[in-house]
């Protein structure tokens, strides 16, 4: 079965650096997604992108995110300063012509 | 409005047993209920899926019940086994699950053998 694919699959960063998480979607999917999951706790929406621009994002996707897909093939989740409270595990997903989701991964995040 | 409320937290069922977990939303814009089961570091994985104009669906061993009045929808595992343990969430989306869902808490399954 395909499969979405998260790179790295830890990511440990220091308070206020800027970190980069990448995803490679299914590759005939159209819509994109991030979450995260804060350890212990649900999952929850950030953001999700179509037809290269944002379609919906939560209030947690504040100005210290973007989202990006720079060559129709990665799709990928930046954070410009990172905070202790973005210690999560970010997972990516992707959707076809049906409603089903695929999640990656995840990547676990440590902001120290 | 936004919260969908899942219950129990845990559950620990013998070999065989049905577990049920249960979920309550308050949107009705909601209408795409699907459930993902989650194993230890790795991500959501889709399980079964209803809209509201059916009462049950059932794949398999998996069967969810909806019941648009009250609001609420459940997950029933029949002959549940060992390698169902695993951590179930409901979620709830609009326009049939092309936007943000919503998640539950997620409830943590233990089918002892």
């Known amino acids: 079965e395909p499969e979405v694919t998260q790179t790295p699959s830890h990511q440990v960063t220091q308070m206020g650096q800027e970190v980069i998480l990448r995803c490679v979607p299914i590759?005939?999917?159209?819509?994109f997604y991030w979450y995260r999951q804060i350890l212990g706790q649900k999952v929850e929406f950030l953001v999700s992108?179509?037809?290269?621009?944002?379609?919906?994002k939560s209030e947690i996707f504040d100005d210290q995110f973007s989202v990006e897909r720079p060559d129709g093939s990665n799709f990928t989740l930046k954070i410009r300063s990172t905070k202790l409270e973005d210690s999560a595990m970010y997972f990516c997903a992707s959707g076809g012509r049906v409603e089903k989701l695929f999640f990656g991964s995840g990547t676990q995040l440590s902001v120290l | 409005q936004q919260q969908v409320k899942q219950s129990p937290q845990s559950l620990i069922v013998q070999k065989g047993g049905i577990p049920i977990i249960n979920c309550a939303y308050e949107?009705?814009?909601?209408?795409?209920f699907p459930w993902y089961q989650q194993f230890p570091g790795k991500g959501p994985a889709l399980l079964i899926a209803i809209r509201p104009d059916v009462s049950e669906k059932k794949e398999g061993r998996f069967t969810i019940s909806f019941n648009k009045s009250a609001k609420q929808f459940s997950l029933h595992i029949m002959d549940s086994q060992p390698g169902d343990s695993a951590t179930y969430f409901c979620?709830?989306?609009?326009?049939?699950?092309?936007?943000?869902?919503?998640f539950g808490s997620g409830t943590r399954l233990q089918v002892q053998p």
């Open positions: 992108f179509y037809n290269n621009e944002i379609s919906e």
């Open positions: 590759s005939n999917h159209l819509y």
């Open positions: 949107n009705t814009a909601f209408d795409y």
């Open positions: 979620a709830a989306s609009m326009d049939t699950g092309r936007r943000a869902l919503t």
